[in-house]
T-cell receptor
Framework: EPEVTQTPSHQVTQMGQEVILRCVPI?????FYWYRQILGQKVEFLVS????????KSEIFDDQFSVERPDGSNFTLKIRSTKLEDSAMYFC???????????FGPGTRLTVL | AQRVTQPEKLLSVFKGAPVELKCNYS??????LFWYVQYSRQRLQLLLR??SRESIKGFTADLNKGETSFHLKKPFAQEEDSAMYYC??????????????FGKGTLLTVNP
C-alpha cells in the first residue's frame, strides 16, 4: 500500500540556520499539507497546497516558511532562519482531494539548538 | 473559527471494559469529523469518519450536532487499542482544500 514518506526522520540544526524538510506524497494525490506538533501540544495546520500554489496558510506560516513542489513528486517545507520555537515534529500529508482522508507521513523531528 | 476539544488527556481502562473518548467541536458550518489514531512509533492514521458511519476495529462514533460532539466508543477494549487518539474537524479552507483542526489527543491505555 502506498505511503507518504518523509526525510530526514530527525534533523538537528543551529538557530538561524536554514532547513528543508522533504516529503514524497502518494503519487496520484493532488492536495498536500504540512502540519506540526510541538512536544506536548496539539497537531497544528501550517499550510495547504494545490495546483502548484498555496491554498491556505496559518498564522504560524510566516515569511520564514515556504513550500515547494519542485519536481512533481517531492513536496518540501523550508524554514529560512530557524528559531528555538520551531522545534517540533513536522508532518506532511496528502489526499486525493477536498474533504477526503488525508494520509500522513511518519514525521520529521526538528530540533533547533 | 474551528475548534476541537478533547477533555481527557489520559484514559486508562481494563481489558474488556467499555471505553468512551470524548470530543466536542465548534464550527459555524457543516463539519466533517474524523478520529485519527497513532499507535506507538507509528504514523497518524485515519480510524473513522462520521460520514461513512462504519465501525472500525469495533469503534464507532456518532455525530451529535445538538451537543456538538463526536465521541468515540468501543464496548470491549482490547490491549492493542492502547494508542493516542485524535479527534479532528475538517472545514473548507482556501480553494478546495480542507485543513484538519485537531484536538489535543487522548492517550488510551488498556490494562490486562
Amino acid at each position: 500500500e502506498p505511503e507518504v514518506t518523509q526525510t530526514p526522520s530527525h534533523q538537528v540544526t543551529q538557530m538561524g540556520q536554514e532547513v528543508i524538510l522533504r516529503c514524497v506524497p502518494i503519487s496520484n494525490h493532488l492536495y498536500f499539507y504540512w502540519y506540526r506538533q510541538i512536544l506536548g501540544q496539539k497537531v497544528e495546520f501550517l499550510v495547504s497546497f494545490y495546483n502548484n500554489e498555496i491554498s491556505e496558510k496559518s498564522e504560524i506560516f510566516d515569511d520564514q516558511f515556504s513550500v515547494e513542489r519542485p519536481d512533481g513528486s517531492n513536496f518540501t517545507l523550508k524554514i529560512r532562519s530557524t528559531k528555538l520555537e520551531d522545534s517540533a515534529m513536522y508532518f506532511c500529508a496528502s489526499g486525493w482531494g477536498g474533504n477526503i482522508e488525508q494520509f500522513f507521513g511518519p514525521g520529521t523531528r526538528l530540533t533547533v539548538l | 473559527a474551528q475548534r476541537v476539544t478533547q477533555p481527557e488527556k489520559l484514559l486508562s481502562v481494563f481489558k474488556g471494559a467499555p471505553v468512551e473518548l470524548k470530543c466536542n467541536y465548534s464550527y459555524s458550518g457543516s463539519p466533517e469529523l474524523f478520529w485519527y489514531v497513532q499507535y506507538s512509533r507509528q504514523r497518524l492514521q485515519l480510524l473513522l469518519r462520521h460520514i461513512s458511519r462504519e465501525s472500525i476495529k469495533g469503534f464507532t462514533a456518532d455525530l451529535n450536532k445538538g451537543e456538538t460532539s463526536f465521541h468515540l466508543k468501543k464496548p470491549f477494549a482490547q490491549e492493542e487499542d492502547s494508542a493516542m487518539y485524535y479527534c479532528a474537524l475538517s472545514g473548507r479552507s482556501g480553494g478546495s482544500n480542507y485543513k484538519l483542526t485537531f484536538g489535543k489527543g487522548t492517550l488510551l491505555t488498556v490494562n490486562p
